[in-house]
Each structure stands twice: as C-alpha cells, then as structure tokens.
T-cell receptor
Framework: AQSVAQPEDQVNVAEGNPLTVKCTYS??????LFWYVQYPNRGLQFLLK????DNLVKGSYGFEAEFNKSQTSFHLKKPSALVSDSALYFC????WGSGTYKYIFGTGTRLKVLA | DADVTQTPRNRITKTGKRIMLECSQT?????MYWYRQDPGLGLRLIYY???????NKGEISDGYSVSRQAQAKFSLSLESAIPNQTALYFC?????FGQGRTGELFFGEGSRLTVL
C-alpha cells in the first residue's frame, strides 16, 4: 500500500537558520510527490511537486525539496527561515496503485520559526 | 473571489441533525474531493468525483453522502450527525494528470463542523 510518513510532529527553528521538514514515502511505482502548507484558519496551499527530472525541486516562498529515491525521501527545505513560515506542512503522494489517482497525505508537521 | 468556495465556514449542530456542506469552484476542473482533517491524523479522503456522473467512496465514507450537482458543485451531507464527525472539512479540486498537467490539488478554506 502507498503511504507517506512525516516523522516529526513539530519542528522548531530560529529565524534566519535553515529548515528541514522530513517526509518519507512508500509507493509501488514512480512516486509523484507534493508539499502543501496550511496557515491558521486557511485551506492547504500547494508549495511544490516532484514528478520527474531534477531531484531538487523549487517551489513557492523560497522553499525547495530534495527527492532521494534510494532513501525514499522528499524532504522540504529552506535556506533561511522566516517567522511567517510558521505553519502546518503536509507531504502527499499520488496513489497509482488502485488506478484511482488519489492522494495520500502525511499527518503533518508543525513548523515554528522563532524570532 | 476564491477559486474553491466552501459554505458554511463554521457550523455548530446537534447530534442527529442533517447537515450539508457545499463546495463550488471556478477552476474548471472535473475532479472534486471531500477531505476531513483531524489533529494528528492529517487529511483523510471521504468521497471523490472525477466527473458529474462519477462518485467514489474514499477511506472514511461511512456516515457521509455526496452529490455532484454540476461540474462546479460538490456537496457533502451528514445524514445524522454524531459528535465524532466534529472536524475540519475541506473541498478540493484537481485537473487530470497527463499531457503536461500534474494534477495538484486546490483547496477551499475549510468548513469547521462541531457536533454537540
């Protein structure tokens, strides 16, 4: 079965420091991976995706993610964190196994950037 | 105006009442979804629809029903609400995957439902 794991419930980082939010996945075929961000009282917003090609994917708000096939990971990164990056982050994988093209979400990681 | 609009944004109701959450979109997407968000559980799929005549159950469809009234409208109903259906509900849309389209989801702002 396809699955996504976000091993950290919360990540704290000081403003200006680099941040990493971890995601690992399990899929039977080629992984199509996504990151979404949820700000308080808002819906989820698409940040970036990996479909194919370069392992380093760049997205919105200065975020990037590194696809690592051997480690089955898709960690979200940013070189210099901002207080405004504080939010809930979700990793998701597109489920091909059942042929229904559904998305499977991780449980979310709350990022707190400290001033 | 938002591309994906959910109404109501907040609702408090009592056990046993029928509740409908509505979703409309201006993205022009065929695919629409209803998700439920609970703390620590992430998002779980309730129902999804790939066109007006196509409705499919997700992983937690028990106690819920849906109606796809048009390409742009997808409503979620709780026939007899119970307290453990208290959650944040999201509607989402997506394009199909292929021919350069990558099918990412576009979410509404959410409908917070409390069942007393």
């Amino acid at each position: 079965a396809q699955s996504v794991a976000q091993p950290e419930d919360q990540v704290n980082v000081a403003e200006g420091n680099p941040l990493t939010v971890k995601c690992t996945y399990s899929v039977s075929g080629n992984p199509y991976l996504f990151w979404y961000v949820q700000y308080p009282n808002r819906g989820l917003q698409f940040l970036l995706k990996y479909i194919t090609g370069d392992n380093l994917v760049k997205g919105s708000y200065g975020f990037e993610a590194e696809f690592n096939k051997s480690q089955t990971s898709f960690h979200l990164k940013k070189p210099s964190a901002l207080v405004s990056d504080s939010a809930l982050y979700f990793c998701a994988v597109r489920d091909w196994g059942s042929g229904t093209y559904k998305y499977i979400f991780g449980t979310g990681t709350r990022l707190k950037v400290l001033a | 105006d938002a591309d994906v609009t959910q109404t109501p944004r907040n609702r408090i109701t009592k056990t046993g009442k029928r509740i409908m959450l509505e979703c409309s979109q201006t993205k022009g997407h065929d695919r629409m979804y209803w998700y439920r968000q609970d703390p620590g559980l992430g998002l779980r799929l309730i129902y999804y629809s790939f066109d007006v005549k196509d409705i499919n159950k997700g992983e937690i469809s028990d106690g819920y029903s849906v109606s796809r009234q048009a390409q742009a409208k997808f409503s979620l109903s709780l026939e007899s609400a119970i307290p453990n259906q208290t959650a944040l509900y999201f509607c989402a849309t997506s394009d199909y995957f292929g021919q350069g389209r990558t099918g990412e989801l576009f979410f509404g702002e959410g409908s917070r439902l409390t069942v007393l």
